[in-house]
């Protein structure tokens, strides 16, 4: 599972994904919703946006990458 939108890392211990584990717990990205408001492609975002490190480390896990 990716968990993803997390206000801060504050709530992780809250989080019940019933087993199932977790690749990555990302949190909020202001520029995902910057990039949606405006249109743009998200596979442009900065290489340190939240959503960026947050599926490379997804990746990572999956030995993808």
């Known amino acids: ?3 993803n939108r997390l206000p ?3 709530v992780i211990p809250h989080i019940n994904t019933n087993g ?3 690749l990555s717990y990302i949190e909020n990205d202001k ?3 910057i ?3 405006e249109g ?3 596979t442009k975002l900065p290489a ?3 959503v960026v ?3 490379k480390k997804a990746l990572k896990e999956l030995e993808i990458i």
Request: charged letters at 25%.
């Open 1 to 3: 599972a990716i968990v």
């Open 8 to 10: 801060d890392e504050s």
């Open 20 to 22: 199932i584990p977790v």
């Open 31 to 33: 520029n995902l919703a």
């Open 35 to 37: 990039y949606d408001i």
């Open 40 to 42: 743009k492609n998200i």
């Open 48 to 50: 340190d946006s939240n």
């Open 53 to 55: 490190e947050g599926v």
